[in-house]
C-alpha cells in the first residue's frame, strides 16, 4: 500500500521569503509523485509531476521539487514566495498496482503569505 | 489538457434527500474517478467510474449510498443517497486522458451541504 505523509498542515512565510513544503510517501513499486494546487473554491490544479527520469522538477509558478529515493521525499520549494501563491497544497502518490492507477493524496498543507 | 466541468457547482440538501452530480470532461479519457474531500480533509477516492460496467469501490464506499453510472467515455454521475450531514462535503471528479497515465485533471468541485 502507498502513502503520503505531509509535515505541516499550515505554513507561514513571509513575501520573498522561500517556501519548502514536505512531503515523505511509502510505496512498494517506484511511484509516480505530484504536487497539486488548491486555490479557495476551485478545484485542483498540477503544479509538478514526477514519473522518471531528471530528480528536480520544474513546475509552473516558478515552483519545484526534487526526488530523493533515498529520503522517500519529494519536497516542494519556491525561492520567494508570492501573496498569489497562499493556497492548500497536496502531494499525492500513484502507482499501478493492481492494474489501475491509483492515487494517493497527502493530507495537504495550507501556505500562508504574509506582506 | 482536459476540462472538466460539474453540475451543480453546490447544493444545500435536506437530510434524507438524494443528489445526483454530473461530470462532464472534454475530451475521451479512459479513466474516470470520484474523489470526497471532507472540511479541512485530504481528498479520500471513492470509486472509479468504469465504462459500461459497474463502478470499483474503495474500502469504506458502497455502491447502494455513492451509485455511479458512466454511460460514455466523456460522462458520468455519482449521487449521494439518503443523505446525513456527515456527507456534507466536496465531492470532485477526475479523469485521466487516454495515453497520459501519469496525470490526473480535475473538475471543480461540487459543494455539498446536508441540514
Known amino acids: 500500500a502507498q502513502s503520503v505523509t505531509q509535515l505541516g498542515s499550515h505554513v507561514s512565510v513571509s513575501e520573498g521569503a522561500l517556501v519548502l513544503l514536505r512531503c515523505n510517501y511509502s510505496s512498494s513499486v517506484p511511484p509516480y509523485l505530484f504536487w497539486y494546487v488548491q486555490y479557495p473554491n476551485q478545484g485542483l490544479q498540477l503544479l509538478l509531476k514526477?514519473?522518471?527520469?531528471?530528480?528536480l522538477v520544474k513546475g509552473i509558478n516558478g515552483f519545484e521539487a526534487e526526488f530523493k529515493k533515498s529520503e522517500t521525499s519529494f519536497h516542494l520549494t519556491k525561492p520567494s514566495a508570492h501573496m498569489s501563491d497562499a493556497a492548500e497544497y497536496f502531494c499525492?502518490?500513484?502507482?499501478?498496482?493492481?492494474?489501475?492507477?491509483?492515487?494517493?493524496f497527502g493530507t495537504g498543507t495550507k501556505l500562508q503569505v504574509i506582506p | 489538457s482536459a476540462v472538466i466541468s460539474q453540475k451543480p457547482s453546490r447544493d444545500i440538501c435536506q437530510r434524507g434527500t438524494s443528489l445526483t452530480i454530473q461530470c462532464q470532461v472534454d475530451s475521451q479519457v479512459t479513466m474516470m474517478f470520484w474523489y470526497r474531500q471532507q472540511p479541512g480533509q485530504s481528498l479520500t477516492l471513492i470509486a472509479t467510474a468504469n465504462q459500461g460496467s459497474e463502478a470499483t469501490y474503495e474500502s469504506g464506499f458502497v455502491i447502494d449510498k455513492f451509485p455511479i453510472s458512466r454511460p460514455n467515455l466523456t460522462f458520468s454521475t455519482l449521487t449521494v443517497s439518503n443523505m446525513s450531514p456527515e456527507d456534507s462535503s466536496i465531492y470532485l471528479c477526475s479523469s485521466l486522458l487516454a495515453g497520459r497515465y501519469n496525470e490526473q485533471f480535475f473538475g471543480p468541485g461540487t459543494r455539498l451541504t446536508v441540514l
Open positions: 514526477y514519473t522518471t527520469g531528471a530528480t
Open positions: 499525492a502518490v500513484s502507482d499501478f498496482s493492481g492494474g489501475y492507477q491509483k492515487v494517493t
